[in-house]
């Protein structure tokens, strides 16, 4: 499995992103596919999900409103668009994902997912 991300850089607190994730290597419907986070000095924190085959999502509470993930199943690819961001949503992003026949996205739980991308870099100056 092979997880490439791409579209972050530097931005002011209140502007926009639109990061990407492109699949391969697996089933893109029968997967999980989750965004996570992390800032320097801090832990990895997830930031949302989606259920590929039925696009249910979820979200942490610090990005509810702010930020969506819309995908491309013909593309194999996973977007995190970020609105309105802050900086405190500094940090790289990651992108990760895993074969489910869960119900539900999972989007806190590191140890749920196998594969993972290189990251890329989210700068929000204020």
């Known amino acids: 499995v092979q997880l490439v991300e791409s579209g972050g850089g530097l931005v002011q607190a209140g502007g926009s992103l639109r990061l990407s994730c492109a699949a391969s290597?697996?089933?893109?419907?029968?997967?999980?596919i989750g965004w996570f986070r992390q800032a320097p000095g801090k832990e990895r924190e997830g930031v949302s999900c989606?259920?590929?085959?039925?696009?249910?999502?979820d979200y942490a509470d610090s990005v509810k409103g702010r930020f969506t993930i819309p995908s491309d199943n013909a593309k194999n690819t996973v977007y995190l668009q970020m609105d309105n961001l802050k900086p405190e949503d500094t940090a790289v992003y990651y992108c990760?994902?895993?074969?489910?026949?869960?119900?539900?996205?999972?989007?806190?739980?590191?140890?749920?997912?196998?594969?993972w991308g290189q990251g890329t870099q989210v700068t929000v100056s204020s």
């Open positions: 990760t994902a895993e074969p489910t026949v869960l119900d539900k996205c999972i989007y806190d739980s590191e140890s749920y997912y196998w594969s």
């Open positions: 989606i259920l590929m085959r039925d696009g249910r999502t």
């Open positions: 290597g697996l089933t893109v419907d029968d997967a999980a």
